[in-house]
């Protein structure tokens, strides 16, 4: 229920609590040290919320890990495994993955996250707006 009110109003710092307590959840022994493991995790999560998710969405540029359209705003992300953040959001950015959603009239939130692969959990994560 928490999950589907972060998600209904736009609470991202929220969501990302949320799914941190989520991933401390999954037992060590059965964690993979893959960055798809965390993108299909992210992936199911928003899609059993029934949220609107894509991942792997084709650009002319390249593909977006996954994309989350809200009444409010398209939330573009990039996941990376054992880098940083900034590494992520600049790849959204260096890519134009952005572009994509310009003509669509609502506000572009991009969103790097990195993900801790020996611990299992979010180590890092950043967002910037569109300007």
């Known amino acids: 229920m928490k999950f589907r009110m972060a998600i209904r109003e736009d609470d991202l710092q929220a969501f990302m609590t949320l799914f941190q307590s989520f991933l401390a959840n999954i037992t060590y022994d059965i964690r993979l040290p893959y960055e798809k493991y965390y993108q299909t995790i992210f992936f199911v999560v928003f899609k059993l919320l ?62 790097g996250v990195n993900f801790d692969s020996e611990k299992g959990r979010i180590d890092d994560w950043q967002t910037e707006a569109l300007q």
Not at 66 to 93: G, M, N, P, R
Not at 98 to 108: A, D, T, V, W
């Open 50 to 111: 029934g949220a609107s998710i894509d991942a792997e969405s084709r650009t002319n540029e390249g593909r977006i890990d996954a994309y989350i359209h809200t009444a409010k705003a398209v939330y573009l992300f990039e996941f990376k495994l054992d880098k940083d953040a900034k590494t992520a959001l600049s790849q959204i950015k260096d890519h134009h993955y952005y572009e994509k959603f310009q003509s669509c009239g609502l506000p572009i939130v991009m969103v």
